[in-house]
């Protein structure tokens, strides 16, 4: 299996800047697209940000678009995701996922145990 662990997290204000990391262990990293997802309370997890398992495919969630920037290092084992511009409503446990390229949670096969995000206005 793969493990995966995040960090990163923290609390800002609107309008700044976090970068979380989602470290990988095991010898099989490269082969699974990785994703990144939320979950806010009250609310179910949705989908974030995606990268293929060659790191040029990506994908963005459209309230993400073009403030968060999702990127891989294999020789690291680590996927980050860049999150600018923060909003309030950006507030959640961001988790980290193995498997799929999709936006449903159910096609990913590994998860991280999430970071906690917490922008304020």
């Known amino acids: 299996q793969v493990q995966l662990v995040e960090s990163g997290g923290g609390s800002v204000q609107a309008g700044g800047s976090l970068r979380l990391s989602c470290a990988a262990s095991?010898?099989?990293?490269?082969?699974?697209?990785m994703g990144w997802f939320r979950q806010a309370p009250g609310k179910e997890r949705e989908f974030v940000a995606a990268?293929?398992?060659?790191?040029?495919?990506?994908n963005y969630a459209e309230s993400v678009r073009g403030r968060f920037a999702i990127s891989r290092d294999n020789s690291k084992n680590t996927v980050y995701l860049q999150m600018n511009s923060l909003k309030p409503e950006d507030t959640a446990v961001y988790y980290c996922?193995?498997?799929?390229?999709?936006?449903?949670?159910?096609?990913?096969?590994?998860w991280g145990q999430g970071t906690q995000v917490t922008v304020s206005s």
């Open positions: 095991g010898r099989t990293f490269s082969r699974y697209a």
């Open positions: 990268i293929t398992s060659n790191g040029i495919g990506r």
């Open positions: 996922a193995a498997g799929d390229r999709g936006s449903s949670p159910l096609g990913y096969d590994y």
